[in-house]
């Protein structure tokens, strides 16, 4: 074997001439142009081993090349290309940059009509330089032209990193394909508390009352806090108490229950404003600076255990009666579908005798519900090892292709893999397969990275010791408490397969489908789960009965069976008719996933009018046509 080395110019790395041996620091070829600092050379190189690796974007790489024999070197090249385009790499994302401010002097500049309507809504010009807010012309997508805005800029340290651009006419938009962070990041490095608000307005108005420790969320009362994993570690772990002042409307109190399941209930104080008052900003303006402060002094600490009356999940009641009882989450089969419909802080317990597909029915569950809602999941499930064997189970069921070169391409694959990274964990302890251990693990998960449903599969793998004078039915009926548990207090799915007794043939041969309570150990297994299923196969047709045999709301479904054919190339599972051939889904829904993403990050950037909003009744607001303020005439608009 033969190693060579390639010119560092293919990879479009700039060596200074003449230089052939050790360490420099050059540009990034691969995030230069997205960067603000284009003098910072982020790319570390050591000529002598022939290697790189960027510390801003995590780009690395070697200009070796180990050349074989002729016949060898052209397979080698064959696979290695295939490897190469399907090789996912932990990177950090490069995002688009908002262009940056001409000058310090422009980056707190607001004109006097803009200063105006703030101090009528209670806030200080001080207070808008100490938050970066500017003013300047911005093309808006909802009028398609240039518009007149207030911009709330998104700092991280010095760097700008986002904009939202906001009308008179409350039109805003944040800047497409940048990083979505919490306004007003830097704030809350290093302080024992923080608060959150659903607005920027309403950040403004907690530092304008002298709280500095302020934060917003970018998007409003979009409950997808994804962005919020690369901010837990550094800017909220640290915190002993988070206020939550969000708005009180049917969406912000979704937008409260996800904080709070991010966060940890056990240190959230949600904030209330009072009568006639849905969010921190008209607190401001009806009762002044001292009474929204003592809106945060007695906002209440979140009982974990104990009792409640009413007032401790009144918003939680209204939202549920203004949106009526609606049907849970579907997996979009419409038999199943007609029968059951899931939700988060449940427990669903599914069974079957061996090899009725149990696992794969419950895979089936975990792929749809992500594909429709973006679910992300945790599993343990110890008898799908070793992990590569269930990835590539969920890599058919995402694809619709069999995990074979042959039928599945180098781009797709890695695409699949992309897409289980960032929404599928498995937990595998290294030599602690107890509850508890796993539900630590899962909690964690719930933080970090926001699962909304945990699979345990199955339940006798855990390592259950009973302990000495407990029973086994009482020892399972602890364990499914605990489960129930966790589910209701981290606002997730579990999903727990159990196996049942060993099943009798009936005269003809045949195994009969079990039900919930042949289930091994405990009649609990089914008295105590929120959902019961049990899956049942005909390898001989490969026809599948999927029996609901509980479901504990009624709003969520109801008993009975729904039939499949199950599809031996990609593990998916379509509705069975009878003397009608199946028609097999073979398209790959990652094509969904992405559609939906594009439909998501086109509504974050251009957010639409809220009518439900009456701070347009300001007789400030109607001075204008087009605009709620303009560009003083002696003073151009700025240039970003």
């Given amino acids: 074997m033969e190693i060579k080395h390639k010119d560092y110019s293919e990879f479009g790395i700039d060596i200074p001439y003449g230089r052939r041996s050790g360490k420099i620091k050059t540009i990034c070829p691969q995030c230069h142009d997205q960067r603000s600092n284009k003098r910072d050379k982020s790319l570390s190189v050591d000529l002598d081993k022939g290697v790189w690796h960027c510390?801003?974007?995590?780009?690395?790489?070697?200009?070796e090349v180990r050349v074989k024999d002729d016949w060898t070197q052209k397979s080698m090249t064959r696979k290695d290309d295939w490897q190469q385009r399907s090789t996912i790499r932990k990177q950090k994302k490069v995002y688009k940059l908002p262009t940056a401010q001409a000058s310090e002097e422009q980056r707190h500049q607001v004109g006097a009509k803009a200063l105006a309507w703030f101090a009528s809504r209670g806030i200080s010009e001080q207070t808008l330089r100490a938050l970066?807010?500017?003013?300047?012309?911005?093309?808006?997508?909802?009028t398609n032209k240039p518009e007149n805005t207030v911009q709330f800029n998104y700092y991280r340290g010095e760097e700008l990193v986002n904009v939202k651009y906001r009308t008179g006419r409350k039109e805003f938009k944040l800047v497409s394909g940048a990083e979505l962070l919490p306004y007003n990041i830097n704030a809350i490095?290093?302080?024992?508390?923080?608060?959150?608000t659903e607005g920027e307005m309403d950040a403004l108005s907690f530092v304008e009352c002298g709280r500095t420790d302020v934060v917003s969320v970018p998007n409003g009362a979009n409950a997808n806090l994804d962005y919020l994993d690369d901010y837990l570690e550094q800017y909220f772990d640290d915190k002993e108490v988070i206020y939550i002042a969000v708005d009180t409307d049917t969406k912000g109190v979704v937008l409260r229950d996800e904080l709070m399941r991010r966060f940890g209930v056990e240190r959230c104080r949600v904030v209330e404003y009072g009568e006639g008052c849905k969010d921190a900003n008209e607190h401001l303006i009806k009762y002044g600076k001292a009474s929204l402060l003592q809106c945060l002094a007695d906002a209440p600490e979140t009982a974990i255990d104990g009792v409640f009356t009413i007032t401790d999940f009144e918003g939680s009641l209204d939202a549920v009666f203004e949106a009526g009882w609606k049907q849970g989450a579907t997996i979009g089969h419409p038999n199943f579908d007609a029968l059951c419909s899931f939700e988060t802080k449940r427990l669903c317990v599914v069974s079957g005798i061996p090899g009725s597909g149990k696992s794969e029915f419950i895979d089936e569950i975990a792929e749809r519900l992500n594909v429709r809602y973006g679910w992300k999941f945790a599993m343990f499930s110890p008898e799908n090892a070793p992990l590569a064997y269930h990835a590539a189970k969920l890599v058919e069921k995402f694809t619709g292709k069999r995990f074979i070169k042959k039928t599945l391409d180098a781009d797709l694959y890695k695409k699949a893999k992309e897409h289980l990274e960032e929404n599928f964990f498995f937990i595998v302890p290294k030599d602690n397969f107890k509850l508890d251990n796993i539900l630590d693990k899962a909690k964690s998960l719930v933080r970090r990275k926001g699962i909304k449903a945990?699979?345990?599969?199955?339940?006798?793998?855990?390592e259950n010791e009973i302990p000495s004078g407990m029973t086994e039915t009482n020892y399972i009926s602890k364990a499914l408490d605990k489960l129930t548990e966790f589910a209701q207090k981290h606002d997730v799915m579990v999903v727990l397969m159990a196996h049942p007794n060993k099943q009798i043939k009936d005269k003809d041969g045949v195994i009969p489908a079990p039900t919930m309570y042949d289930i091994n150990g405990s009649a609990n297994f089914f008295n105590k789960a929120d959902f019961g299923i049990v899956v049942h196969r005909n390898r001989i047709a490969n026809n599948v009965e999927v029996h609901v045999q509980k479901v504990k709301f009624r709003h969520l479904g109801t008993?009975?069976?729904?039939?499949?054919?199950?599809?031996?190339?990609?593990?998916?599972?379509v509705p069975y008719v009878q003397d009608v051939l199946p028609e097999w889904d073979n398209d790959s829904h990652l094509d969904i996933i992405d559609k939906r993403n594009a439909d998501e990050a086109k509504a974050s950037t251009a957010i639409p009018f809220d009518p439900s909003d009456d701070e347009d009744d300001d007789p400030l607001l109607r001075t204008t046509g087009l605009s709620d303020w303009e560009t003083d005439g002696d003073r151009p608009p700025l240039p970003f």
């Fill in 55 to 63: 510390h801003y974007c995590n780009w690395s790489g070697t200009n």
């Fill in 132 to 142: 970066n807010v500017t003013e300047g012309m911005e093309w808006m997508p909802q």
């Fill in 189 to 196: 490095g290093g302080t024992p508390e923080c608060v959150i």
């Fill in 454 to 462: 945990l699979v345990i599969d199955p339940f006798n793998r855990l």
């Fill in 559 to 573: 008993c009975g069976t729904a039939y499949f054919h199950y599809n031996l190339n990609n593990g998916r599972y």
